[in-house]
C-alpha cells in the first residue's frame, strides 16, 4: 500500500508518543489488539490564571496500521494548548482525507476518535470533581 506524505510524515517520526505521569494526567483507550487497531491518549490539564482548564501535554501509544498511528500522533501533537473537547481537531471525515486513509480503513479512525474522547470523559470527570 502507498501512503501519503502526511501518513509517512507522521508514522516516522509519531511525535507526542509515550507516555505522561502526574496527578493531573488523564487515560482513555479504545480498539483492541486482536482486532488490529488499539490506541491510547494521555492528557496533562492545567487551569491558567485567567481561568478555564486546558490541554497541557498530550502523548499517545498505538497498535495499527501506519494510518492509525501517524493519525493519533497527529491529534496528540495537536492539543496541547487546546479546550478539553471531545471533538477531534478535525472531524473524521477530513482526517480520512488529509491522511489519505481508504474509506474501507474507516474504522481504525473511528477507533482514534473513540480513545480522544474517552480521555476527554476521563479528563472532564476529573475537572468536574
Aim: charge should be negative; aromatic fraction near 8%.
Amino acid at each position: 500500500m502507498r501512503y501519503n506524505e502526511m501518513t509517512l510524515r507522521y508514522f516516522e517520526s509519531a511525535p507526542a508518543a509515550g507516555t505522561l505521569d502526574g496527578p493531573q494526567v488523564a487515560t482513555g483507550t479504545a480498539g483492541e489488539r486482536q482486532q488490529g487497531a488499539w490506541v491510547q491518549f494521555q492528557i496533562r490539564l492545567e487551569t491558567p490564571a485567567d481561568g478555564g482548564t486546558r490541554i497541557a501535554a498530550a502523548q499517545f501509544l498505538a497498535f495499527g496500521c501506519p494510518h492509525t498511528i501517524a493519525t493519533a500522533a497527529w491529534v496528540a501533537e495537536q492539543a496541547p494548548g487546546g479546550p478539553v473537547s471531545a471533538e477531534l481537531p478535525l472531524p473524521v471525515e477530513a482526517l480520512r482525507r488529509l491522511f489519505g486513509v481508504p474509506v474501507e480503513k474507516l474504522g481504525r479512525l473511528l477507533v482514534v476518535e473513540d480513545a480522544w474522547r474517552a480521555v476527554i470523559a476521563t479528563a472532564s470527570a476529573r475537572v468536574e470533581t
